[in-house]
T-cell receptor
């Protein structure tokens, strides 16, 4: 099976802009989770989607949002970008039954200038 | 989810077994121990998990103490490609609890 894919892999944006990141899960996986990784805060959970519904959310401001489509593909959006949003954004997919066994994509490296 | 404590870093000689410890003294009866690793600049990779019995797969073995307050991940024959940060995570499974809480992990350096 193909792994989790994320696009784009690298992105440079300016403060105040918005950005949309995309994630395609492993075929058959219905849960998609998003994480942010920074040197200072480490890996932090953003949100999880299952069957097009957000069912878990981390402690991030409302500027961070996401959605999931009927084919389980997911997007996350960050509006009004801040310098502190520079990070590696990771997407992970899992089956319905055991969402802790997650399979991560390579991530999107976002740089905000 | 219960808190975990791991050493910040460890070294291991190539070809030798790497034993990575994790303390989780406040673990609850319905919480599992999961291990992930993250090789530099890649996404984390699932390794293994267990509840109370020892587990083994093609990547590693997981030894959980009888009181479940600590565990050890064993890489039987470490290679240079096993150099990574290893995360021990204690968590419940299933349903709407889909997030993993990553700590600082242990940076394992496998040396020739």
């Amino acid at each position: 099976k193909a792994g989790v894919t994320q696009t784009p892999r690298y992105l440079i944006k300016t403060r105040g802009q918005q950005v949309t990141l995309s994630c395609s899960p492993i075929s058959g996986h219905r849960s998609v989770s998003w994480y942010q990784q920074t040197p200072g805060q480490g890996l932090q959970f953003l949100f999880e989607y299952f069957s097009e519904t957000q069912r878990n959310k981390g402690n991030f401001p409302g500027r961070f949002s996401g959605r999931q489509f009927s084919n389980s593909r997911s997007e996350m959006n960050v509006s009004t970008l801040e310098l502190g949003d520079s990070a590696l954004y990771l997407c992970a997919s899992s089956t319905q039954g055991d969402s802790r066994e997650q399979y991560f994509g390579p991530g999107t490296r976002l740089t905000v200038t | 989810d219960a808190k975990t404590t791991q050493p910040t870093s460890m070294d291991c000689a190539e070809g030798r077994a790497a034993n990575l410890p994790c303390n989780h003294s406040t673990i609850s009866g319905n919480e599992y121990v999961y291990w992930y690793r993250q090789i530099h600049s890649q996404g984390p990779q699932y390794i293994i998990h267990g509840l109370k019995n020892n587990e083994t797969n093609e990547m590693a073995s997981l030894i959980i103490t009888e009181d479940r307050k600590s565990s050890t991940l064993i890489l039987p024959h470490a290679t240079l490609r096993d150099t990574a940060v290893y995360y021990c995570i204690v968590t419940r499974t299933g349903g709407s609890q889909g997030n993993l809480i990553f700590g600082k992990g242990t940076k394992l350096s496998v040396k020739p």
